[in-house]
């Protein structure tokens, strides 16, 4: 009895509360207070099925200090989409904090659930790890990687190719993009979509090949971001010293890290963005993690595949066979919300 209440709470879940199509979350420095505590903006950008959806950062470990500002908006939705196909709505909100020392901090915020997708990515989870120690090379403090995606990119099924994504680190640090791997941190199923494939140093998504299917492949993805040489991080109260390695050096470096709703794990220096996962830092970290899904629909005529990276925006033609995939269309006019600067 268990067993099948059990199976249909997941079903009713399933139909009335599948509402995410992935997110990002980024943090940036913002300067010093007048009594020297740091400003710090933390941008958390999500998609879902209708706008009443949002998600916000809470404090996880350390001292986040406090929310001294937060709004809310919307900057796109499927207003002009065909009724027949999955309507969308992208939402940001903007919270600055007023933290009172540069030691390291997390963020997260998690919510269920997943539109359904074919490789078990159910709950969203956006972790972010924060360090604003002062690095040796800069003497600023550590600052997040970012990635530029357009909002929707179609695929055909059968023409392989290649998608860079357009990373930067304003630090100068070596960026690298992985999947996430740790389960119910940096990624939910951990089960990688079949038919793409990442190459992790130079952030590019290669599509191969997908059976048409009316599900969504979903992505968790994590970007980070590694030093050029091995600096140190400095603390107003005592100092880290990070050895770090080369970028070929898996996961060790520099990081700083946001997360883009999933995970990210760095040693090293880490400011850390996840996009669709969550975001573990050790040292300085700057990483970002990344969400992705895919639709294919089956038809006898001509099946393509759309994927949107990092938020989801369902797009998907009646006659072809679509994977989703976060990217930022030019096409669309994007309204950033204000970051509350002094």
Not at 58 to 82: E, H, K
Not at 145 to 152: F, S
Request: hydrophobic content about 30%; proline content about 5%; some cysteine.
């Amino acid at each position: 009895m268990a067993a099948a209440l059990l199976l249909l709470l997941q079903l009713v879940s399933l139909a009335s509360a599948s509402h995410h199509y992935g997110g990002t979350v980024t943090y940036s420095y913002k300067g010093r207070n007048p009594d020297g505590s740091f400003r710090v903006d933390f941008r958390d950008r999500a998609t879902y099925v209708s706008c009443q959806y949002s998600s916000a950062q809470t404090c996880s470990t350390g001292n986040c200090g406090l929310v001294t500002n937060q709004q809310r908006g919307i900057t796109d939705r499927s207003t002009n989409a065909p009724q027949r196909n999955r309507q969308w709505c992208e939402t940001e909100t903007v919270q600055q904090r007023k933290v009172p020392t540069d030691k390291p901090f997390q963020m997260r915020s998690s919510s269920c659930c997943w539109i359904q997708t074919r490789n078990g990515v159910r709950g969203s989870r956006f972790q972010t790890q924060v360090d604003l120690g002062s690095r040796s090379d800069t003497g600023k403090p550590n600052r997040s990687p970012d990635i530029a995606i357009l909002p929707l990119l179609r695929v055909p099924q059968d023409c392989p190719r290649t998608y860079k994504l357009m990373s930067f680190d304003p630090d100068g640090d070596t960026v690298r993009c992985r999947y996430g791997n740790i389960r119910n941190i940096e990624c939910s199923a951990c089960n990688q979509p079949s038919g793409f494939v990442l190459d992790q140093g130079s952030c590019s998504l290669h599509y191969d090949n997908a059976i048409a299917n009316p599900s969504v492949f979903g992505f968790e993805l994590v970007v980070e971001d590694f030093p050029q040489r091995p600096i140190s991080l400095a603390y107003h109260y005592g100092t880290n010293n990070c050895s770090t390695y080369n970028s070929s050096a898996y996961h060790y470096g520099t990081n700083n890290c946001s997360t883009y709703n999933s995970s990210a794990y760095h040693y090293g220096t880490n400011n850390c963005s996840t996009y669709n996962s969550s975001a573990y830092h050790y040292g300085t970290n700057n990483c970002s993690t990344y969400n992705f899904s895919a639709y294919h629909y089956a038809t006898p005529l001509n099946l393509n595949l759309v994927f949107i990276v990092g938020c989801l925006l369902a797009a998907v033609g009646t006659i072809s066979a679509v994977a989703l995939y976060k990217v930022r269309a030019s096409k669309v006019k994007y309204q950033p919300l204000p970051s509350f600067e002094n």
